[in-house]
Structures are given as structure tokens and as C-alpha cells.
């Protein structure tokens, strides 16, 4: 089989990597790739977001499979004109990739489906902000109506900031959402999906702050690991029952069905699961941990996604123990990242590039915000911990910056799921 990979992230590295080892895998091409996923995979240049691009560089490759990694392309219908072109695509069309493009749809079929998530409040006109505001209760959530690279949301005790971040949405056009608060720790459980037939993923956690503690603004993400030693065995399969198996029957029944990686970022709150957010692929930091643990061939898997055979595809297999990934990024991330910088260790093992490019005289440079990923196993999490923080101590760009306690409080014992009363 021969596989393209739509995208340029550390995500799409680890992904190239667990197909790397597929034995049903001929030939491997990433575009636009980065100066790390070129080490696995041809390099082709490509503007992701123009179907026609995508589908004509897939029919000249000889693709069996295109696999899209970023939601930006599947919500441009990317997926869509590969299919059309007769080329099996892992994505969703962009109705349903919608479930991620907008939260209001998302709300819509989440209600539709009886599915537990945070009430919710859109605002459109300025002048109904205030009284918006009235009906929350403190922390605020405050939210862009569409996609915004997980930068979007603010969450704040402090009414003056959320009715500034609120604002500063309105002026640039965009619809507000505003959200109930949810406690309780978050977990991302990623689905594959076609039409009716849901596959679980081990459940993964990630870290949305920049810094430590959860401190500072949420960023695309700064770490992740999985499984979850907090969680109960049967959480995977609750949440299926709960909350992705009625999303997917909804998709079905509106004429969209989904088809691809459906991910649900959900709060195990005292009154049980409750939905955050929906995405349309697979999530960036989580993959990178989450693939580090699959053992089944992911090749077939997501070729059987993409041709509607998930439901004879036998269970999934796992390698015992757990996987950590932390971000290294950039200085100035989440804000304007410097970029330019050489990058040393970036080529040990473990090591999944993001925004890195090989300059002309063959030094890898940074080149976005986030950098690296970079995962360490274990045969329990606190190993995968140490794993992956000697493997970033391996690692060398000047101004960079990571966090230092991703999963660091499993390790510890210290996350539960509040309990009712
Ligand atoms: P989102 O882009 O919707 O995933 O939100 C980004 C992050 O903001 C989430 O991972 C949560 O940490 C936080 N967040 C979003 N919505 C809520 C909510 N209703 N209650 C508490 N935290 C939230
Ligand atoms: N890990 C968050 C995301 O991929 O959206």
C-alpha cells in the first residue's frame, strides 16, 4: 500500500512512523512535511487546503490511501475531492468535518444526540454581551464560534477578562460562545470511525497551558501521555456507549456520516462525562503518545476507516506500559514565535519534528512554534516520564521552551474524578 500524508506537524510524524512499521506499507510520501517526517517518508510540496492540489499530487503518486492530519484541509473539503477521485481518503468530508469547524453545529448535534456537554450561549451582537455574562456564573469560558487552533478559548475568574477577550472576537467578526464551566480532570479519547462502527483509542490527557502548574495562555498544546492510571478500564468503552457511538448514529442519520478520526475532548466532572469539544482528526500532542502504544498494523486500520470495513478489523492490540510526550517550542509561542534557530539532538530517537526545516547547507533550523515532540515509553508512566525528559534534555534550540510537568501529577497520584454531592 501506497500512503500519502497530508500535513506537516509532529503528528504527522508519529503517524509516518507507526506506518513506517505497517508490513502492508510499499511507499510513504508526506506533504508539506517537515525536516524530520523527510528522514521516513518522500517530501512533496503542497498547498493542503486546495482539494484539487491534494487530489491531483495523490493520483500522480499512485496513492492507495491519503491520510489528512490538520483540520484546516478536511474542513476545506479536502477529503471530499480525494474521494471523489476515486482515491480511499482517512477524513472526514467537510460536513461532517463541521462537528470540529463549528462549535455552534457541534452544540446542535451533541443536543440532537442526547449528548452531555457544557450549556452554552451564543452572542453575536455586542450590545447582548453583558447580559450574556450575567447568565454564567464565574470561571468564564469564553470561545471563537470556529477554528482557532486551541487559542481561542479563554477561561477566567475575571469578568473584565472575559468580556475583553469576548470583545476583541466580536470586533474581529467572529461569534462568541459562552460556556458553563466544567471541574473535573480532562481526557481525549480518540475514535475510529466510519459511519455507524466506533473503534476506541486509548484515552490520553493533554496539557493546554503553557506553563507549568496550568499556568499562562492555552496553546495547540504542550505535552501529553496515555493511558490514563486514574481512569477506570471501562472508561474508553463508557465514553463510546455515552457520548461517540450517538455522534456517529447523529452523522449518520443527517446524510453525513463521519468517517475518519473523531475525537472528544471531554471533563470527568462530578455529574459524569461531559463534552468540551469535538475535533475532526487526530490531536496533536496525544497522537504522538497514543501511537507510540499501538501495536496493531495502523495501515490497515485506517484503510479499513477509509473504505467502511472498521467493523471487521479485530481488536486492537497495545504494548504494555505508557508513553509521555512533551512539546519543545519556540520562544515567543503561543505568541509570535522566533524562528531560524538550529536545532541540535533532533535527530535521536523519540524525537518527532513539527516546525523544523533543513536549511540549504543541511542544518535543521526551527521554523514554527511548536518544535518538537518528543516521546519517551516505560513500562509504567513515571518511566515514560523519565524516558522522555532525558530524551528533551538530549535536545538544543536556543530561547526554548517546555514544560516540565507533564504528567507529572499521575505520577503522583494526585488526579481523581470528583464525586457527586
Ligand atoms: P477547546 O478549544 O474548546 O478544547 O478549549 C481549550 C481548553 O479550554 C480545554 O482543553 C479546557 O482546558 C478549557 N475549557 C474549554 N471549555 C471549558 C469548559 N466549559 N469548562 C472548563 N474548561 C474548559
Ligand atoms: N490536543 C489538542 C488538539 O489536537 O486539538
Known sequence: MRVLVVGSGAREHAILLALAQDPGVTALACAPGNAGTASVAEQRGLDVVDPAAVTA??????????????????????ADAVRAAGIPCFGPGAEAARIEGSKAFAKDVMAAAGVPTAGCEIVVNPA??????????????????????????????DRDLARAHAMTLLD?????????????????????????TVVPLLPAQDFKRVGDDDSGPNTG???????????????????????????????????????????????????????????CR?????????????????????????????????PLEWAEGAAVTVVVAAEGYPGTPRVGDPITGAD???????????????????????????????????????DAYRRVDAVHLAGSHHRTDIALKAVRGEITVPTAG
Open 172 to 196: 474581529g467578526g467572529h461569534p462568541v460562545l459562552l460556556e458553563a464551566f466544567l471541574d473535573g480532570p480532562e481526557a481525549s479519547l480518540f475514535c475510529l470511525v466510519d459511519g455507524g
Open 57 to 78: 499530487l495523490a493520483g500522480q503518486w499512485q496513492a492507495d490511501l491519503v491520510v489528512i492530519g490538520p483540520e484546516v484541509p478536511l474542513v476545506a473539503g479536502v
Open 348 to 386: 535521536g530517537e523519540g524525537v518527532l519534528h513539527a516546525g523544523t526545516r533543513r536549511r540549504d547547507d543541511g542544518a535543521v533550523v526551527s521554523s514554527g512554534g511548536r518544535v518538537l515532540s518528543v516521546v519517551g515509553t516505560g513500562a509504567d508512566l513515571a518511566a515514560a516520564r523519565e
Open 221 to 279: 498544546g504542550m505535552g501529553a501521555y496515555a493511558p490514563l492510571p486514574w481512569a477506570s478500564p471501562g472508561l474508553a468503552d463508557e465514553l463510546v456507549e455515552l457520548v461517540v457511538a450517538p455522534v456517529a448514529r447523529e452523522m449518520v442519520a443527517r446524510g453525513t456520516p463521519f468517517s475518519g478520526l473523531l475525537y472528544a475532548g471531554l471533563a470527568l466532572t462530578s455529574r459524569g462525562p461531559s463534552v468540551i469539544e469535538f475535533n
Open 128 to 157: 447582548h454581551l453583558d447580559a450574556a455574562l450575567d447568565r454564567f456564573d464565574p470561571p468564564y469560558v469564553v470561545k471563537d464560534d470556529g477554528l482557532a487552533a486551541g487559542k481561542g478559548v479563554v477561561v477566567t475568574p
Open 282 to 314: 487526530f490531536g496533536d500532542p496525544e497522537t504522538q503518545a497514543v501511537l507510540a502504544l499501538l501495536r496493531t498494523p495502523l495501515a490497515g486500520l485506517l484503510h479499513a476507516t477509509a473504505t467502511g470495513a472498521l467493523s471487521g478489523v479485530p
